[in-house]
C-alpha cells in the first residue's frame, strides 16, 4: 500500500514525493501578481509526469547526474532531478518569468534549481558539454520546434551529451523528430503512461549517441 503523506496546507500535491503547486495556491496567486508567465509558461504540464515516472523506472538519475531541462517552466521535472540526487540541475527557458514560480517549488521541496534564460536553439556546443542529461517536456508542438531540436540535439551528441530524453503528449512535429533522430542516433520512442497525479499517456523519446565503429 502507497504511503499516505499528509500535504502542510491545502492546494499542494504530491506526486513522485515532491511537493507542487496547484494554481489556486496562495503562493501562485501572490506570484502572479508580479510575474505573468507569456511563453506557455503558466502551469506544469503532464509531460513532466511523464519523465518522472520514466526516470524512475529506469533509474535514470545517478549521483553523477548533470542535468539540464529544456523549457523548465516551474520545473517540476528538474526539481525531482535534484529531490533524487543528481549532481546539478539547470531549468532553461526563454521567459525568465517562470523562474520565480521554479525557485518557489524548489524551495519547498529543500532543493537547489539553476536558472538559465535561454532559447535551447542558442546553446553552444561548450555550453551543452557541460551537461550528460538533457531532458523537456511538451516542447515540440511546432515544425519549426522540431527543426530546432534536431539541430540541438545534434549539437548537444557531438559535444559529448550522453542521454537526451524528451516526453510529449505525441503531436506530429514531435513524432517526425524522434524518426529522424533515429537516422543519426541510438533513438527509442515509448509509449507511456503515469496514473499520478491523474492518468497522462503520451510517449519518451529516448536518444543517446550512436556507438562508433572501433
Known amino acids: 500500500m502507497p504511503e499516505v503523506i499528509e500535504l502542510p496546507e491545502n492546494n499542494l500535491f504530491n506526486v513522485f514525493n ?12 501572490q506570484l502572479k ?18 519523465l518522472m515516472d520514466y526516470f524512475q523506472t529506469h533509474r535514470v538519475i545517478k ?13 517540476a521535472a528538474s526539481i525531482y532531478c535534484a529531490k ?16 520565480p514560480y521554479l525557485k518557489t517549488q524548489a524551495a519547498l521541496n529543500g532543493v537547489d534549481v ?13 555550453q551543452l558539454d557541460h551537461y550528460n542529461l538533457i531532458m523537456g517536456g511538451d516542447i515540440c508542438f511546432w515544425d519549426e ?24 503528449p505525441g503531436r506530429s512535429p514531435f513524432l517526425e ?3 529522424r533522430c533515429t537516422e543519426f ?17 503520451g510517449f519518451i523519446l529516448d536518444i543517446k549517441p550512436k556507438k562508433t565503429k572501433s
Not at 85 to 90: F, I, L, P, R
Not at 114 to 126: G, I, Q, V
Not at 186 to 198: G, I, N, Q, R
Open 18 to 29: 515532491i511537493l507542487l503547486l496547484e494554481n489556486k495556491h496562495r503562493l501562485v496567486k
Open 33 to 50: 501578481e508580479c510575474y505573468e508567465p507569456n511563453v506557455h509558461g503558466h502551469k506544469t504540464w503532464a509531460s513532466s509526469f511523464l
Open 63 to 75: 549521483s553523477t547526474s548533470q542535468v539540464l531541462e529544456l523549457g523548465c517552466g516551474w520545473g
Open 84 to 99: 533524487n540526487g543528481a549532481k546539478e540541475v539547470t531549468g532553461l527557458d526563454i521567459d525568465e518569468n517562470v523562474f
Open 114 to 126: 539553476k536558472c538559465k534564460t535561454k532559447s535551447y536553439d542558442k546553446l553552444t556546443a561548450k
Open 145 to 168: 520546434l522540431a527543426q530546432m531540436l534536431e539541430k540541438m540535439i545534434r549539437r548537444a551528441l557531438k559535444s559529448g551529451v550522453k542521454r537526451i530524453v524528451l516526453a510529449d
Open 177 to 179: 523528430l524522434a524518426e
Open 185 to 201: 542516433a541510438k533513438a527509442s520512442l515509448t509509449e507511456w503512461y503515469v496514473c499520478d497525479p491523474d492518468y497522462y499517456e
